[in-house]
């Protein structure tokens, strides 16, 4: 069974910054797709940002290139996303997700919430003005 655990989520005021991770466990998947998917008020999970489990395939929506980056510590099992500039439609519950059931450069493609098997409990992004 896989767990996924987020944290860093806060209140922020625009124009602030956080970073939010995701521990992975067990550690000993070595294939899959890790993603992070947002939740606004009101609206569906959308997702946002997809990576490899070996880190060398990697998705990320355009609109929000140049803000937020994804990365991951592969010993550690645990991805990061780091998010800057945050604007007012960033608020929202942002889960991470992992799909074993594709990998390597077919992650850049996995993007839809039926992709994904396993999912954290969420955190909390407020930002306000």
């Known amino acids: 069974q896989v767990r996924l655990v987020e944290s860093g989520g806060g209140s922020v005021q625009t124009g602030g910054s956080l970073t939010l991770s995701c521990a992975v466990s067990p550690k000993t998947y070595t294939t899959g797709c890790l993603g992070w998917f947002r939740q606004a008020p009101g609206k569906e999970r959308k997702g946002f940002a997809v990576i490899s489990t070996s880190g060398a395939w990697t998705w990320t929506d355009d609109s929000l290139k140049g803000r937020f980056t994804m990365s991951r510590n592969i010993p550690e099992n645990t991805l990061y996303l780091r998010m800057l500039s945050l604007e007012l439609d960033d608020t929202g519950m942002y889960y991470c997700?992992?799909?074993?059931?594709?990998?390597?450069?077919?992650?850049?493609?996995?993007?839809?919430?039926?992709?994904?098997?396993?999912w954290g409990q969420g955190t909390q992004v407020t930002v306000s003005s």
């Open positions: 997700a992992f799909a074993p059931r594709y990998g390597g450069q077919d992650c850049a493609q996995r993007r839809d919430v039926q992709d994904f098997d396993y």
